[in-house]
C-alpha cells in the first residue's frame, strides 16, 4: 500500500471514529434531567376500593377469616362495588376507604365483642397492582408483588418494552390518586438519573411513557408538571379499567 493510499485510509477511519463518538456524545447530551416531587418518596398507606380481593387471617379462629395455615391458595373476599365484604359472626362490614390497619383494629374490635378472647388480625390486599400506560408494546397492569422490587424499566420490558414511538426522555410515574398525586419524571436515556433515583414501584403507581411527538405545550415537562388532562385521562383509564377488567 502506498503511503498517501495508507494516509487516506487512515484518514477515513479517524473521521469515522468521530463520527461514531459523535452520534453518541449527541444520545447522551440531550437528556432531560429527572424531576421527582418532594412527596414522591413518603410513605403513602393503600386504601382499599370496591372490587379489591382482601385476605384476612384472625388468630386462634380461622375459621372466620378466608386464610387458612397450611393451605397455599388463599383467594380472599371481594369487596363489593358498594365498598362492603360479609364475615361470619360479624356480617357486612364496610371496609372500602380503609387502609389495611385500619381494617386490622376494626375487626380486632368487632371479634372483641363475641369472643371471649380478643383476636389479633392480619388483613392483606390481594390483588395490589402497577399500570404501565402509553407507548409500550402491551399497555395495561402488573400483579403488585412487594418482594419484587418492581423497577420502572422492569415493569417497562414486563408489558414488551417501549414501541418506536416512545419518547425515552420524558416516562412518567404518578403515584397517588387524582386529588393528592405525586410525580416522577425519568430520562431513560440517562442512567445517571434513574441510578440516583432508583425508583421501586408501588401499589397503584402508574407509569406512563409519551409519543415522541408530543409537544411541550400538551406536556410541559419544562416547567416540570404535566398538564391536568393528561393526570385525568391516566386516572380514568385506570378506573375503566378496573371495572371492566
Do not use: W
Not at 503511503?3 to 447522551?28: A, E, M, P
Not at 412527596?39 to 372466620?64: A, N, T
Not at 434513574?194 to 421501586?200: D, G, R
Request: proline share 4%.
Amino acid at each position: 500500500m502506498s503511503v498517501l493510499r495508507y494516509l487516506l485510509f487512515i484518514l477515513g477511519l479517524l473521521l469515522l471514529l468521530n463520527g461514531c463518538s459523535s452520534k453518541t456524545h449527541q444520545l447522551f447530551s440531550k437528556h432531560h434531567p429527572a424531576y421527582v416531587t418532594e412527596g414522591f418518596f413518603q410513605k403513602r398507606d393503600y386504601v382499599i376500593k370496591p372490587h379489591d380481593r382482601i385476605s384476612i387471617f384472625v388468630y386462634q379462629y380461622p375459621e372466620l377469616g378466608t386464610y387458612r395455615p397450611g393451605i397455599s391458595n388463599d383467594n380472599g373476599i371481594e369487596v363489593t362495588s358498594g365498598g362492603t365484604v360479609l364475615l361470619p359472626l360479624v356480617g357486612r362490614i364496610k371496609v372500602a376507604g380503609m387502609t389495611k390497619e385500619q381494617l386490622e383494629d376494626r375487626l380486632f374490635k368487632l371479634y372483641s365483642r363475641y369472643l371471649e378472647n380478643s383476636p389479633a388480625v392480619r388483613v392483606e390486599v390481594l390483588n395490589q397492582k402497577v399500570y404501565v400506560m402509553g407507548e409500550v408494546a402491551n399497555p395495561g397492569a402488573l400483579a403488585y408483588d412487594k418482594n419484587a422490587f418492581l423497577t420502572p424499566l422492569k415493569a417497562i420490558a414486563q408489558r414488551g418494552g417501549l414501541t418506536d414511538f416512545a419518547d425515552r426522555t420524558k416516562v412518567l410515574i404518578v403515584r397517588g390518586n387524582r386529588h393528592d398525586y405525586d410525580l416522577a419524571l425519568l430520562d431513560l436515556t440517562d442512567m445517571r438519573s434513574i441510578a440516583q433515583y432508583n425508583i421501586v414501584l408501588q401499589p397503584e403507581d402508574i407509569v406512563y411513557v409519551g409519543h415522541n411527538n408530543v409537544k411541550d405545550a400538551n406536556m410541559p415537562f419544562n416547567g416540570m408538571e404535566p398538564s391536568l388532562s393528561l393526570i385525568n385521562t391516566l386516572f380514568n383509564s385506570i378506573a375503566i379499567y378496573s371495572v371492566f377488567k
